[in-house]
Structure formats: C-alpha cells, structure tokens
C-alpha cells in the first residue's frame, strides 16, 4: 500500500468516527492501567462489567490494597486469568506507591516494569491516558495491518514498527482507535463484513466476502 492510499484509509475511518477511543471504561489514568491489565484474553465488556463494581469502591493503589486478594477477586471473578491477574494488580499497586507517589508513570520502561503490563499494556496508556502517538497491536490491529496491506508483519513488533513508520503523521494518535474498532466491528476474523467496509477499495485483501 503507498502513501497516497494509505492517507486515503485513515482519513475515510476518520470521517467515519472523528473521535476515537478505547472502549474501556475509565475516568482516569490508573483506572484505565488496571482496566487493561484486566483485558489480556477478555473482551472489554467482561473487563467493563467487572470494574463497574471496583472502581466505585477501590480507584487507587491504596484502595486496592485494601481490598486485599481475596476482595479483588471477588470483583474481577468473571474475567479469564482472575487469580494471577489480582495478583499482577496488587503488585502494580504497590510499586506504583512504592517507586511513582501512587501515579501512573509516563514512561515505557517504568511502565512495562509493572508485574503484567507488557508493551501492548504500555502502548495502550501512553496514547489513551497521555496522548502519545503510539500504536498498541493486538489481534484486531495485527489482522487489519496484514490483510490490507498497510504494514504487513510476522510479528507484532514487526507490524508496530510499520505502523509507526507507515501512518501519516496527523492519524497517528488515533490510529490504535481506528484500527481495532475496524478490526472488531467490520474486519472480523472469521467473517469479514466487506460489503460494509469504507476502506474496501483500497485493501489487497483477496477472500474479501460480497
């Protein structure tokens, strides 16, 4: 794909959303940290569902700390991979007392030293909860990227290498949005919905569906 279809991509999926966001629920950087380390292998809705009784009673390291174990077990039960996941929280919660003053740091490095937060995790809130301009592949991004054309990889590193080289520079903000809404919604993995796909002309896809 050249730059001039490349352009042509991002700005038909913005016209199509202006505002892109993660549509995991979140009033605030440490929310959206734990909503994520949440997410790995779990929908946003489970991870929605189960922060919509957390967060009401425990928004900050101190407060999950409280709730000891157990307690944010009993939050975060309908999530897959709860038992280490509570303990991956309550560990992050500590160190971000223990090392940032309580805050999310806005760094990679410190980010991804957090017990499960991994560079997805870490993209993911450095562009949602800082406005930075990285790209967070997951398995939506990584079909999308491959089976249009637009920055083709075996890896996921490889993709998001691509990608940052590849997007123009004033969709790069919001492209992680774009490209896994378009992944979850339209180019669905199993059954793509290509006669609905405003992009449709544009992708080297070829089992594209009528």
Known sequence: MNPQLRRELFARLKAANPHPTTELAH?????LLIAVMLSAQATDKSVNLATATLFPVANTPEKILTLGEDGLKSHIRRIGLFPTKAK????TCQILLDKHAGE???NRTALEALPGVG????NVVLNTAFGEPTIAVDTHIFRVANRTGLA???SVLEVETKLLRNVPAEYKLDAHHWL???GR?????RKPECGACPIRDLCDFKDKTA
């Not at 009033?27 to 929310?31: C, D």
């Not at 991956?88 to 560990?91: D, I």
């Not at 560079?119 to 870490?122: E, I, L, N």
């Open 180 to 182: 896994i809404l378009h």
């Open 152 to 154: 083709p990889g075996k």
């Open 88 to 91: 991956n929280v309550l560990a």
């Open 104 to 106: 999310v740091p806005r």
């Open 27 to 31: 009033h605030s950087p440490f929310e």
């Open 119 to 122: 560079r997805k995790t870490a």
């Open 185 to 189: 919604y339209v180019c669905k993995a």
